[in-house]
């Protein structure tokens, strides 16, 4: 079956960076748009960043230029670099994997602190 598997997050003080990585197991289907996705406390979940199959990406426009979605096919894993982070990037993330269907991770805590 198919498993994400996230990792990164933690706390940074604002201004500074972390990277996000998420990996993909249990398929040999080439996977289709890979996305990262957050949800802050009160909040709905929202779309931060896309990238398709071919490298298309597209983001949030609250992280545009401070946001670097990337992805390794031959490592079935899908990133998120994030800079000059703000508090209101304050939220839990989710990576989002499209195959035959469409698959979350477990969700990663991102706390930056003014």
């Known amino acids: 079956q198919v498993q994400l598997v996230q990792s990164g997050g933690g706390l940074v003080q604002a201004g500074g960076s972390l990277r996000l990585s998420c990996a993909v197991s249990?398929?040999?289907?080439?996977?289709?748009?890979m996305a990262w996705h957050r949800q802050a406390l009160g909040k709905q979940r929202e779309l931060v960043a896309r990238?398709?199959?071919?490298?298309?990406?597209n983001y949030a426009d609250s992280v545009k230029g401070r946001f670097t979605i990337s992805r390794d096919n031959a490592k079935k894993t899908v990133y998120l670099q994030m800079n000059s982070l703000k508090p209101e990037d304050t939220a839990v993330y989710y990576c989002?994997?499209?195959?035959?269907?469409?698959?979350w991770g477990q969700g990663t805590q991102v706390t930056v602190s003014s």
């Open positions: 989002q994997v499209i195959l035959l269907g469409s698959y």
């Open positions: 249990g398929t040999t289907s080439s996977i289709n748009t």
């Open positions: 990238i398709t199959s071919i490298g298309s990406t």
